[in-house]
Nanobody, 123 residues
């Protein structure tokens, strides 16, 4: 019913920048939160940043001051601007959203994930 489609990953040199995007589509009644998580090889998936529909943000300590999360509520889209990238930022980045799905006669709160986009930081 709801799809989260990410884009913007790729290869970047240390110190470089990338911008990730994630667009939610489908039978969405409302979105309460969107965010980004990442998973490096051999590690658990970890929070990077989240943003509420009202614009309140939360960041992992490791990315504060370097990454900026933003959203466009009209487009059901969340962005992650990543600056001053480090090799340790390399991971698969996953979009997450908490939303209410409209099933017609009823609605239900759900949590969804994108398919992931690879970010590689290497010289």
């Amino acid at each position: 019913q709801v799809q989260l489609v990410e884009s913007g990953g790729g290869l970047v040199q240390p110190g470089g920048s990338l911008r990730l995007s994630c667009a939610a589509s489908g039978s969405i009644a409302s979105i309460s939160n969107m965010g980004w998580y990442r998973q490096a090889p051999g590690k658990e998936r970890a929070l990077v940043a989240t943003i509420t529909s009202g614009g309140s943000t939360n960041y992992a300590d490791s990315v504060k001051g370097r990454f900026t999360i933003s959203n466009d509520n009209a487009k059901n889209t969340v962005y992650l601007q990543m600056n001053s990238l480090k090799p340790e930022d390399a991971a698969v980045y996953y979009c997450n959203a908490q939303y209410t799905v409209d099933y017609g006669a009823w609605q239900r709160a759900e949590n969804g994930w994108g398919q992931g986009t690879q970010v590689t930081v290497s010289s």
